[in-house]
């Protein structure tokens, strides 16, 4: 009884797959010149929004934005919350980090730091998932750049007030 229903239930989908099919092949053999392409080419000189790169008109190409120059510094940069992820002090053009190497643990990893100098990886990257201790970096914390990222001198791109923990619970309480 149940392999019969599951057939009849097979059969149903796959007649409505091929339907579906069929209906996807009529519409690539429709006459693709029917279509109007002025009012097609008119939206295209649409000016496009401003986000945080300029717009202009979507037909445009604009140059893209020329790549700022990395900060390069001995001490760390000031975290701005708790559990925020350190920034990366130097420069990491041409670090390879795939599943086969990771050139950032070459420096930081627990056995080479003593001899580095470098700032050896939390604890924490080695512990999985379910907090057991680990003898190598986690497989989930490998990929160093999914939370460090290096310094840039840039201007924010958006206005904003932010303030860190520290400098609000210095300042008086507000009554």
């Known amino acids: 009884m149940k392999k ?5 239930a097979a059969l149903v989908s796959a007649t409505f797959i091929t339907s579906l099919q069929l209906q ?4 690539k053999e429709q006459d ?3 279509i109007p392409l002025e009012g097609a080419k008119a939206n295209l000189d649409a000016p496009a929004p401003d986000g945080i790169r300029p717009g202009g008109t979507l037909s445009q190409e604009l140059p893209a934005p020329k790549i700022p120059r990395q900060r390069i510094s001995a001490a760390p940069a000031n975290r701005n ?3 925020q992820p350190p920034m990366i002090p130097h420069n990491i053009r041409g ?16 056995s080479a730091s ?10 924490t990257h080695y512990y999985d998932r379910d907090g057991q201790a680990l003898a190598a ?3 989930r914390r490998y990929f160093c750049l999914q939370c460090h990222l290096p310094q840039h001198d840039v201007k924010p ?3 904003n007030n932010f303030q860190s923990i520290d400098s609000m619970l210095q300042q008086p309480a507000a009554e």
């Open 4 to 8: 019969t229903i599951l057939l009849a």
């Open 24 to 27: 996807a092949q009529d519409v």
């Open 32 to 34: 693709v010149k029917a």
């Open 81 to 83: 919350y708790p559990e």
């Open 95 to 110: 670090y390879q980090i795939d599943k086969n190497f990771n050139m950032c643990l070459s420096c930081h990893s627990r």
């Open 114 to 123: 003593p001899q580095t100098g470098a700032t050896m990886v939390s604890i």
């Open 137 to 139: 970096v986690s497989p």
């Open 157 to 159: 791109t958006r206005a």
